[in-house]
């Protein structure tokens, strides 16, 4: 089975553009969760997708959001970039639902650079 | 606010030495317990998992993990580290049931001299 995969691995944008990233989860997976991960706040977590919903979210602003497709892939979108939102941006995926005894599995990664 | 600590930040072992990383998280509910490594290079990958049941579970690479819910503890053992376990390790607690947000401790830089 091919693992999680994200795309774009590496990008470079300016302070006050927008982003868009995307997860291709494992095949019949149904759930996709974002993570944020940088040196000083380790590894937080950003939003949850199962079957097309938002389930579950963390404490981020607005600017960032996602949305999941029928094919449960899903898409993350940072708007208005801040100097801060560089980070490298997991996804993961799942069978079921948050909070359900399921494990995840993580994609490599997109690293963002806000300049 | 739910919350997890690794006390170790970073460990340098020899090789064949024991291994025990601590964790522990505050949260009043059911959870379930996750250790994750990162190999350099590599993506996060699952180590070990509890969900429920005997509060000793074995993960991969001779990885274990003891469950004790009255600590709110959840260490990581190796009776025998090797260079190849040089990594990252993330205790990570996801809340069942109710608001899903899971937490991930600041992780464990491991080193380990050949």
């Known amino acids: 089975k091919a693992g999680v995969t994200q795309t774009p691995r590496y990008l470079i944008k300016t302070r006050g553009q927008q982003v868009t990233l995307s997860c291709s989860p494992i095949?019949?997976?149904?759930?996709v969760s974002w993570y944020q991960q940088t040196p000083g706040q380790g590894l937080q977590f950003l939003f949850e997708y199962f079957s097309e919903t938002q389930r579950n979210k963390g404490n981020f602003p607005g600017r960032f959001s996602g949305r999941q497709f029928s094919n449960s892939r899903s898409e993350m979108n940072v708007s208005t970039l801040e100097l801060g939102d560089s980070a490298l941006y997991l996804c993961?995926?799942?069978?079921?639902?948050?909070?359900?005894?399921?494990?995840?599995?993580f994609g490599p990664g997109t690293r963002l650079t806000v300049t | 606010a739910q919350s997890v600590s690794q006390h170790n930040h970073h460990v340098i072992l020899s090789e064949a030495a024991s291994l025990e990383l601590g964790c522990n998280y505050s949260y009043g509910g059911t959870v379930n317990l996750f250790w994750y490594v990162q190999y350099p290079g590599q993506h996060l990958q699952l180590l070990l998992k509890?969900?429920?049941?005997?509060?000793l579970v074995k993960g991969i690479k001779g990885f274990e993990a003891e469950f004790i819910k009255s600590k709110f503890s959840f260490n990581l053992r190796k009776p025998s580290v090797q260079w190849s376990d040089t990594a990252e390790y993330f205790c990570a607690v996801n809340p069942r049931g109710g608001s899903y947000i899971p937490t991930f401790g600041r992780g464990t830089s491991l080193i380990v001299h050949p």
């Open positions: 509890y969900f429920s049941g005997d509060p």
């Open positions: 993961a995926s799942s069978l079921g639902v948050g909070g359900e005894s399921y494990e995840q599995y």
């Open positions: 095949s019949g997976h149904r759930s």
